[in-house]
């Protein structure tokens, strides 16, 4: 029957995201061991039942990597010898644990939240993550602020860049959010989440969107964008011009503002199939606007 070994580091400071064990061989009879048991434990109890990791003899070191969940959390470990004839040693080796290191994430720069997309190509940028075992960056672009349907646009950026170009978007909000990659698997959490608007015309604000512009279920978002103070109104017509709701109105400062639609009318009734005018009338200083855009619904 083998002797344990002995652990003599666990060390989290040396990689974002990893634990390095290191440990020497037994003091007696070492040529006996093929291979090392290591366990983990997030308790200071380690049951040797199922081992993290199984190493060769030769293997002095071994690299634990993490996942987002368990950073920042402490994990307790031990190794077992094990010999040709699979016998394991009788009592494992000393414990010594290690708080796994969360990685940087990224920090958005440019462009700020809320922006008016006008003209491509469109640069974003975010601030560099400084790590020796940084690789790289994802950017991910999505028309959902959860990013749960399919990302439309998912791009790999090499870790001495900080932009990422975008040559053309479809209309609509978009949102955009970036992480860091680094050696051997480990991505850091993704950074806060940013929008876009784009008009598909390009034309100059103020102007309003719909997402989506054909409700079918759930709601539907409304997004406007104002270049400057103003009083609004956002009313809701059907095709026979009588008022179904009053969605939104009051002074406004300049900026994004969203807000959702329920597909009910004034009295909180569900409205009925079919086509509605959502109109927008804008009071500022120097001019008026009315912008009327459709919106189905079809249920």
């Known amino acids: 029957m083998p002797y344990p070994p002995t652990l003599i580091a666990a060390?989290?400071?040396?990689?974002?995201?990893?634990?390095?064990?290191?440990?020497?061989?037994?003091?007696?009879n070492p040529e006996n061991?093929?291979?090392?048991?290591?366990?983990?434990s997030s308790t200071e109890f380690v049951v040797r039942n199922q081992p993290v990791a199984t190493v060769n003899a030769a293997q002095l070191i071994y690299y634990d990597v993490f996942q987002l969940k368990d950073f920042g959390c402490t994990f307790y470990y031990i190794i077992e010898s094990v010999?040709?004839?699979?016998d394991k040693s009788e009592e494992a080796s000393n414990m010594l644990w290690a708080t796994v290191v969360a990685p940087l994430v990224p920090e958005l720069n440019r462009p700020a939240d809320g922006s008016l997309v006008t003209e491509f190509p469109l640069i974003l940028s975010w601030q560099t993550v400084i790590d020796d075992d940084l690789i790289g960056y994802l950017v991910q672009?999505?028309?959902?602020?959860?990013f749960s349907q399919q990302t439309q646009i998912q791009s790999r950026v090499d870790a001495l860049n900080n932009t990422y170009k975008i040559s053309y978007l479809n209309?609509?909000?978009?949102?955009?959010?970036?992480?860091?990659?680094?050696?051997?698997n480990v991505e850091s959490a993704w950074s806060n989440t940013s929008i876009l608007l784009v008009e598909g015309s390009y034309q100059l604000t103020p102007f309003l969107l719909i997402t989506p512009r054909v409700l079918t279920q759930g709601e539907v978002k409304l997004s406007y964008y104002l270049d400057t103070?103003?009083?609004?109104?956002?009313?809701?017509?059907?095709?026979?011009?009588?008022?179904?709701k009053i969605v939104d109105s009051g002074n406004k400062a300049?900026?994004?503002?969203?807000?959702?639609?329920?597909?009910?009318?004034?009295?909180?009734a569900v409205l009925r199939n079919g086509l509605y005018l959502v109109q927008m009338k804008i009071e500022a200083s120097e001019k008026n606007t009315t912008i009327i855009k459709k919106v189905l619904v079809n249920r």
């Open 141 to 146: 672009l999505s028309k959902t602020s959860d």
């Open 254 to 268: 300049p900026g994004l503002c969203e807000f959702i639609w329920d597909g009910r009318d004034t009295n909180g």
């Open 11 to 28: 060390n989290a400071n040396r990689h974002v995201g990893i634990i390095v064990l290191e440990w020497e061989p037994p003091t007696i």
């Open 229 to 244: 103070e103003a009083k609004i109104i956002v009313r809701l017509f059907n095709l026979r011009g009588q008022l179904v």
């Open 171 to 184: 209309e609509g909000t978009w949102y955009w959010r970036v992480k860091a990659l680094f050696d051997r």
């Open 83 to 86: 010999d040709t004839a699979g």
């Open 33 to 40: 061991v093929a291979k090392y048991n290591i366990y983990r």
